[in-house]
């Protein structure tokens, strides 16, 4: 099946620092990719959905600003959190989906960490 | 907007208990619908989906069915394993809208 390469798996910050995470559809063209925030034992809450080529869409009350994301290729979308605070601790997740494809294929996760 | 609610876990069963996890929808139109399952240590991936009024989708023995009249998509099991232990997801539509999960746990 289509794989989604999401680096680092793992990244430890101090705080006011910026972080960039990577999502690479490997064997696919991406139309369109969400970027998703896991809480322990809690739901992934939709973050933004980014089409190739265009801005991403912010769902309500997240920071365009803080979390920064550029989709400029069919197989690379990127979400820098910039200026890190503890509370941007969390798991991040991407996922990708192919034009006309409903089926969603998801990277391995983030695991932010700021200290 | 479209939204999804799922029965809270956690959910707790022996070995070859009958599993139910419910999940309702909110949607305009009629999106597809989908389970994806998260096992322990692992991203998530698709369990099965159903695109359109009454579709059952199936997938290593689970099901669930498009109810429009009920704006359900209920996920079952007739016997599960304890390698069923995992998070369970409903989800909506074109953009993705997730459930708040629930965790199963199986004990043989």
């Known amino acids: 099946g289509a794989v989604v390469s999401q680096h680092p798996s793992r990244v430890i910050c101090k705080s006011g620092t910026s972080v960039k995470i990577e999502c690479r559809s490997l064997?696919?063209?991406?139309?369109?990719m969400f970027w998703y925030r896991q809480f322990p034992k809690q739901s992934l809450m939709l973050m933004a959905t980014?089409?190739?080529?265009?801005?991403?869409?912010?769902e309500q009350g997240v920071e365009k600003d803080k979390f920064l994301i550029n989709h400029a290729s069919l197989t690379l979308s990127t979400l820098t959190v910039t200026s890190a605070h503890p509370e941007d601790s969390s798991f991040y997740i991407c996922?990708?989906?192919?034009?006309?494809?409903?089926?969603?294929?998801f990277g391995s996760g983030t695991q932010l960490s700021v200290l | 907007g479209n939204s999804v609610t799922q029965m809270e876990g956690p959910v707790t069963l022996s070995e070859e208990a009958f599993l139910t996890i419910n999940c309702t929808y909110t949607?305009?139109?009629?999106?597809?619908l989908f389970w994806y399952v998260q096992y322990p240590g692992e991203g998530l991936q698709l369990l099965l989906k159903?695109?359109?009024?009454?579709d059952k989708g199936s997938n290593k023995g689970f099901e669930a069915t498009y109810r429009k009249e009920t704006t359900s998509f209920h996920l079952e099991k007739g016997s599960v394993q304890v390698s069923d232990s995992a998070v369970y997801f409903c989800?909506?539509?074109?953009?993705?809208?997730f459930g708040a999960g629930t965790r199963l746990t199986v004990k043989p």
């Open positions: 996922s990708a989906r192919a034009g006309g494809n409903e089926k969603l294929f």
């Open positions: 064997d696919f063209q991406a139309t369109t």
């Open positions: 980014s089409n190739e080529g265009s801005k991403a869409t912010y």
């Open positions: 949607a305009t139109g009629y999106p597809s």
């Open positions: 159903a695109t359109k009024a009454d």
């Open positions: 989800a909506l539509g074109n953009d993705m809208r």
